[in-house]
């Protein structure tokens, strides 16, 4: 054994577990959707209720169940982002690349996507960008029928609008 | 009306990348039996044992706590777990003093841990979640968007996080317990740093260490007999909020705020920035210092990074109100054991303990941890004097 060769202190071992997942009735109505190619949220049966998306079932804040279901707008608003400059464990994409936290036209919460088509350095909060779908035949009950967003020709939405945007988005 | 407890014995190891010497329960072993020595007690001294740890997929041993009985002199005692995620260490310092608060106990043993060698946390915060897209990007891909909202919000200068990583660092070089030692570490040394999740820079981000920390709490009578000063408990308060919510402030989460009127109330304290001599804050991200400062009252909104620039926070530059003296995480991060490291050194101050990281006359300590998506909080406030 030669002197330089450095002692084996680690050995990853991985496990794998295959389990099914239930999704459970209000993503499952949201999932479905998604297949047909719509985003969908859901909301109290309330006037002035928050629109969640996606759906968990009832209101974090409240507890109380959402009933409502509410059609969304495939375009959103950069809420805030982070460019990622390591890899994510178990994904090939190739760093650098844009997270970011978007809010659909119509709904009053973010969820993370990724931003690509766009300019790195140009990339900002109150950004206006819709989503680019995979061809139809590819879409699944996931979030991954989206590819990614891209910037398109609106302007910035002000930062106390930013998760207050109707379904017509800027229009009102 | 709650009993009094104190602290009467601090234990930790140093925290390094690997500690190869020892295992899981060798590292817990280690802190346990300094706590011990430091309050001159043994194992058949202690009621029960308080242990805490972030999640179990990190090392991928579960429930440790059942097997780390025998190496904490657990057997035929009380164990009880701990779970909250990066603020745990906190948390389980809190269930361990409420339970000599309560009466239930005389006097616990109460620990934290983290084997990051032996594990692979950016992995197991990663983990893909059914039918959504695989964009978990670790601990910094969660918090870095957050960061850049707080940047914009408050219009600070771009060179805060800088100053904040060397100041911790700093203080981390006159702490021989520290993970990183870099007592010659400069603004632009942190700024050439390579960038990670920006605006995170790789020396704005905590390192990942191998370590453990444990802390003796004793009632009032058992207390006064302690052979070193103790550090009386003033106050402790949890608050947790979801992750997510419509028109949740991300950036100043309410549940820290109230979690420290909280704490502030039962300690009689009206002005933090005055009342406490020097804070151990989680801060495992350099702007978290600023943002902390803000959501903990001891600046006003939006002015939190004024506070560092002055060097307010700063042991080297003489500042009122010095924050993490010991280096904190960003100097140190065993994750399950960072929550208690902030609380076991506000301690550690309070009983004139501190070695060089010593505040200079400190009778009131603010310990505090958060975990999660800045989601749940625990807070102490420890002094020198018996309320």
Known sequence: MSEEQEVVTVVNAPVYLQYNFTAGAAPARFLAQLKKGKLTGQRRAEPE???YSPPRGSCPASGRPTEQEVELSDKATVQSFTIVYIPIPGNVIEPPFVVANLVADGANISFIHLMSDCDNSEVHIGQRVQAVWKPEEEWDYSMDNIKYFKPIDEPDVPVEKIGKLSVTGQEG | MANLAAVVGIGQTRYTTKRQDVSIAGLVREAAVNALQDADLGWDDIDAVILGKAPDMFEGVIMPEVYLTDALGCNGKPMIRVHTAGSVGGSTAIVAASHVQSGTFKRVLTVSFEKQSESNAM??????????????????GYFAPIIREYMRRSNAPKDVGIKVAVKDRLHGARNPLAHLQKPDITMQEVEESFMLW???????????SDGACAMVIANEELADQAVKQPAWI??????SEPTTFAGRDEVNPQAGRDCAADVYKQAGITNPRKDLDCAEVYVPFSWYEPMWLENLGFAPVGEGWKLTMEGATSLDEGGDIPWNCSGGVLSSNAIGASGMIRFAEAARQVR???????????KLALGHAYGGGAQFFAMWVVGSEKP
């Open chain 2, 234 to 239: 003033r106050g402790v308060a949890m608050r």
């Open chain 1, 49 to 51: 209720a928050p629109v």
């Open chain 2, 123 to 140: 992995w197991a915060l990663s983990n893909p979640q059914p039918f959504s897209t695989h964009l978990n990007a670790g601990a910094g």
């Open chain 2, 198 to 208: 920006d605006p995170i820079r790789f020396l704005e981000a905590c390192p990942s």
């Open chain 2, 352 to 362: 004139g303990d501190a070695g060089d990281h010593q505040v200079e006359g400190a």
